[in-house]
């Protein structure tokens, strides 16, 4: 079984600060764990991903995540906040299984940004 | 990259019709493909896995009469909202996976249902 947690449901910070969003996980299996971000009324688009090798990953945008294992975490962070940031973020995770194995998705939390 | 289309966008039905939303992958074949609803300001909750030439597999609660899915083809699949309600109502998402070890699956832009 797997399940997801992010802490909080909306993060606000001003533009060019610091972005830190938590996610934490439980997987009975090594997890594959995933950022998406949700604009609007849209689907969601893949920020970064983590599945073997380097811990710190690198994604769009300027995202990044480090995968540490010690701690369940996955946090996603970003050096300096722009206002085209703003939108809806969910981690997610997946067992070892292929692309047909199912994501659990946590719920979400909705980046602000201030000028 | 891969491509996952859903039609329509948007659609507006009255109480009791049915409502068919396609979800297709546009330039990769998928063997399975996932149904997600959301409600608003919430997460995504998987309501099944559709498999190409099978049945699909439901999740727990979902409704497989309410909730018809179709995977006729490695490009294609449906999802039939059947004799919809005000409480059907809801952003309903697609994936698709395009193979491989990682399991990166890839979104579909949405179908916001309106049951009036």
């Known amino acids: 079984a797997q399940s997801v947690t992010q802490l909080g449901s909306h993060v606000s910070v001003s533009e060019g600060a610091l972005v830190l969003l938590r996610c934490n996980y439980s997987?009975?299996?090594?997890?594959?764990l995933f950022w998406y971000v949700q604009y609007p009324n849209q689907g969601l688009q893949l920020l970064l991903k983590?599945?073997?090798?380097?811990?710190l990953v690198k994604g769009i945008n300027g995202f990044e995540a480090e995968f540490k294992k010690s701690e369940t975490s996955f946090h996603l962070t970003k050096p300096s906040a722009h206002m085209s940031d703003a939108a809806e973020y969910f981690c997610?995770?997946?067992?070892?299984?292929?692309?047909?194995?199912?994501?659990?998705f946590g719920k979400g939390i909705t980046l602000s940004v201030r000028p | 990259g891969a491509v996952v289309s859903q039609h329509p966008s948007r659609v507006i039905c009255k109480s009791g019709t049915s409502v068919k939303i396609e979800c297709r992958s546009l330039?990769?074949?998928?063997?399975?493909m996932f149904w997600y609803r959301q409600f608003p300001k919430q997460s995504l909750m998987l309501m099944a896995t559709?498999?190409?030439?099978?049945?699909?597999?439901?999740e727990q609660g979902v409704e497989k009469d309410k909730f018809l899915i179709n995977h006729a083809s490695l490009t294609l699949s449906t999802l039939t909202v059947t004799s919809a309600h005000p409480e059907d109502s809801s952003f309903y998402i697609c994936?698709?996976?395009?193979?491989?070890?990682?399991?990166?699956?890839?979104f579909g832009e949405g179908s916001r249902l309106t049951v009036l």
């Open positions: 559709s498999n190409e030439g099978s049945k699909a597999t439901y």
């Open positions: 330039d990769f074949q998928a063997t399975t």
């Open positions: 983590y599945t073997t090798g380097a811990t």
């Open positions: 994936s698709a996976g395009s193979g491989g070890t990682t399991g990166e699956l890839f």
């Open positions: 997610a995770v997946s067992a070892r299984g292929g692309a047909n194995s199912k994501l659990t």
């Open positions: 997987s009975s299996v090594p997890p594959y």
